[in-house]
């Protein structure tokens, strides 16, 4: 996995990172567990405007920074008819910034080349490019920098330009490259599509290269696709800890950590702090959009494990159940008047009232049910599930219990 937490999040959010975000950030992202991280993006369009990314790296080569398991996204340079290479902006800044290792983007369908570069031009330039990181990037200790290939709109080249696309990919198994990665960056191709095109990638490079993904959410089928696509054979993903990107979502690393810890992923639990993802990722997110999490965002959202009802409780002995606790949130109740049931109603009212679920008497808590049913009869639509409003509801099945109460204290 490589964490893109300090980029593909900023980059759809509403306010973004700073300087001083980022510098705060990175070290979190270290501590929870990642080995590969992306600094920031360097591809991006008018290089000669810096961006926060700039600032950023310049000052950890500047502060002699341990940057192992550090990347920046580079394009891919150009060479012409006659052999000469004229290295993209992006990878001089990779230079020059001592940035060891890079994600390496190209485009495959027609529609996206066009007005970069044609089929024939690419050919010539990735070899070329390749070969100018070898000799130009300094890798970690000394080593040759890693480098994966990403082919941005590559559910596109499969589905618009199949036999250029396996032809890229035949010459990229012959480069000394960590992998291949590809994208579906609208999020609109089924899952069984991207499965499939995974297939068709680690069919065509030698075992020892990976092969990640990164998809967008557009069509809601993010995450499917992405287990899809490590059923295919995929080695792993990029992206951001929380759920914000560059569209509307994406299948976030957090969300596939949460995903294969509920499939009984071992190794998941030995490599990462699993009990910082909820609050880190939540954190992380409110920094990019000066907002909160979305109360109904799976997996990160503050309803993900707020149940109406009991039966919808994740347990931690039931296959593919996830509880909050696993993850560093907190198994909690909310109120809805149509569903809700004695376990949810007591256990929200435990929360507000600071006690515990079996203080309340079931009577009572059968009454709250009955005056909510009974209000929406009368056409009384009131939010129980706030604080104010359930203790309003709680007194007046109190008061609607007490003369049952009473007749029984005089019999």
Request: aromatic share 6%; charged share 25%.
């Amino acid at each position: 996995m490589i964490d893109l937490s300090l980029r593909e999040n900023p980059v759809g959010a509403r306010v973004g990172q700073t300087f001083a975000d980022k510098m705060a950030i990175l070290p979190r992202l270290r501590e929870f567990g990642f080995k590969n991280i992306s600094l920031g993006t360097l591809d991006y369009a008018m290089p000669d405007e810096r961006e926060v990314d700039d600032d950023f790296m310049e000052a950890l080569q500047a502060d002699g920074a341990d940057l192992s398991g550090c990347f920046a996204f580079t394009a891919v340079g150009i060479a012409d008819e006659s052999g000469n290479f004229t290295p993209d902006p992006s990878q001089l800044k990779l230079r020059a910034y001592g940035v060891p290792n890079t994600v390496h983007e190209i485009y495959l369908s027609p529609r996206n080349m066009q007005g970069q570069y044609d089929y024939e031009t690419l050919r010539r330039s990735i070899p070329e490019s390749v070969m100018w990181l070898m000799e130009n990037i300094r890798g970690e200790k000394g080593a040759a920098p890693r480098i994966f290939i990403n082919i941005v709109d590559g559910c596109d080249a499969f589905a618009e330009n199949q036999e250029q696309t396996l032809s890229i990919l035949e010459m990229l198994a012959g480069l000394p490259l960590e992998g291949v990665t590809f994208e579906d960056d609208r999020g609109t191709y089924l899952p069984c599509q991207v499965g499939a095109y995974t297939a068709a990638i680690r069919a065509m490079l030698p075992e020892a290269m990976k092969v990640l993904v990164h998809i967008h959410a557009g069509a809601g089928y993010e995450n499917a696709s992405v287990i899809e696509a490590l059923l295919n054979g995929a080695d792993g993903i990029w992206g951001g800890l929380p759920k914000r990107a560059a569209v509307i979502g994406h299948a976030s690393v957090g969300e596939l950590l949460a995903n294969l810890t509920r499939l009984g992923n071992e190794k998941v639990a030995k490599t990462y702090h699993l009990h910082d993802l909820l609050p880190l990722a939540t954190a992380l997110q409110i920094t990019d959009d000066l907002a909160e999490v979305p109360d109904d965002l799976p997996v990160f959202g503050h309803n993900a494990y707020r149940v109406s009802l009991a039966s919808f409780r994740q347990l931690p002995d039931r296959q593919t159940d996830l509880p909050a606790e696993a993850i560093g949130g907190v198994s909690r109740y909310r109120v809805c008047p149509v569903v809700s049931d004695s376990v949810a109603v007591a256990g929200r009212l435990a929360e507000v009232m600071f006690t515990e679920p079996g203080h309340f008497p079931t009577d009572v808590i059968e009454m709250m049910i009955r005056l909510m049913r009974r209000d929406l009869r009368l056409g009384r639509r009131i939010p129980y599930d706030e604080p104010e409003r359930l203790i309003e509801l709680h007194a007046r099945a109190v008061k609607a219990c007490q003369p049952v109460v009473e007749s029984a204290h005089e019999h």
